[in-house]
């Protein structure tokens, strides 16, 4: 993960100084971006996003304590996606945006949910370019809907984009299933079964869930199986930056042991689903790439933290069992 100083103690001494003085920042980035100068409000923005994202994950107290902090940044975010800064700079905005939802979860942020996700999918109303950027937007979308279902359904329900006749919540669910195979790296894939995991759950579900569910369990057997080639990708590479050999063996005998839960808790559901999904279950056609970690995934949110006990095979086997007989 990226990281502004190597010790959080000391980040937080400069913490209230930022906020301080995040009002003259945000000044400076609307002054360059009403100036139509978007090569460099594209510059600052994509340099400060190590910054702010630390500023975030690392006192997420001060983050909450007044509104105008959360207001300052969104309001950053919202210039970058409705201006013309580049996708590179957009895909950052997304990602801060899915940052906060994520963070946030639990801590009362409703009434920023429908500002972000308005903000991410008003921009798949415009020509996109990289399929980055597409899978970022909609994954503004995903964390709403892992943060709080029924907020996300009503905030799509609610969204009306100009010369768009198809209800919003359709063509959020089938533009993400058209588009899961682009959903690389980790955390990308794993917020996809989590969304996905959270649709299955739904009590009430909307009329083009029921359309789609066919689709879902082919879906969620595409991404366990790029899981499974991101996270043996990830150990490998682990395993050889540990220049201890006595580390070494305790790195392979920790991943050992976590894929022996993945394949105990997990398995036998997945060749289940492959077989209904009308695939053998290889993955060896899975290009070497499709395991890496995406540019973003370095941005960590607490999902992706080894102490949250968020688990994503355990979480699809208890929607697994509690929704489906087999």
Not at 90 to 111: F, M, P, S, T, Y
Not at 208 to 223: C, E, K, R, S
Request: with cysteine; glycine share 4%; net charge negative.
């Amino acid at each position: 993960c990226f990281t502004f100083f190597p010790f959080h103690k000391y980040i937080k001494i400069f913490l209230h100084t930022f906020w301080s003085s995040m009002s003259n920042e945000r000044k400076f980035i609307n002054e360059s971006a009403s100036q139509f100068n978007y090569l460099k409000f594209s510059l600052i923005f994509s340099d400060m996003m190590p910054l702010l994202h630390n500023y975030i994950t690392v006192d997420t107290d001060t983050l909450l304590s007044d509104t105008k902090y959360l207001e300052m940044i969104y309001s950053m975010c919202k210039k970058v996606l409705t201006g013309d800064a580049g996708e590179d700079a957009e895909c950052h905005a997304a990602k801060l945006l899915e940052v906060i939802i994520l963070q946030c979860k639990g801590r009362g942020i409703d009434q920023c949910i429908p500002l972000f996700v308005e903000a991410a999918l008003e921009r798949l109303t415009r020509e996109v370019k990289t399929s980055e950027l597409r899978t970022m937007c909609l994954q503004v979308a995903i964390a709403a809907l892992y943060y709080s279902p029924h907020l996300l359904l009503t905030t799509l329900e609610n969204l009306h984009f100009p010369n768009n006749t198809e209800p919003i919540t359709t063509q959020f669910i089938n533009q993400w299933l058209n588009d899961v195979d682009c959903f690389l790296g980790l955390h990308d894939r794993k917020m996809c079964v989590l969304g996905l995991c959270a649709l299955i759950e739904l009590e009430q579900r909307p009329q083009i869930v029921n359309q789609v569910v066919g689709q879902i369990l082919p879906a969620l057997t595409l991404l366990f199986g790029g899981l499974k080639r991101a996270y043996a990708c990830r150990a490998e590479h682990e395993n050889d930056s540990d220049d201890d050999d006595d580390g070494e063996d305790d790195d392979e005998n920790e991943l050992g042991s976590d894929e022996d839960d993945i394949d105990e808790d997990g398995q036998e559901y997945l060749e289940m689903l492959a077989k209904q999904a009308g695939e053998d279950g290889d993955d060896e056609e899975w290009e070497d790439d499709d395991a890496e970690e995406t540019a973003l995934e370095g941005y960590c949110t607490i999902v992706d933290n080894e102490d949250s006990n968020i688990d994503e095979y355990q979480i699809f086997k208890n929607v697994l069992q509690s929704t489906f007989e087999f």
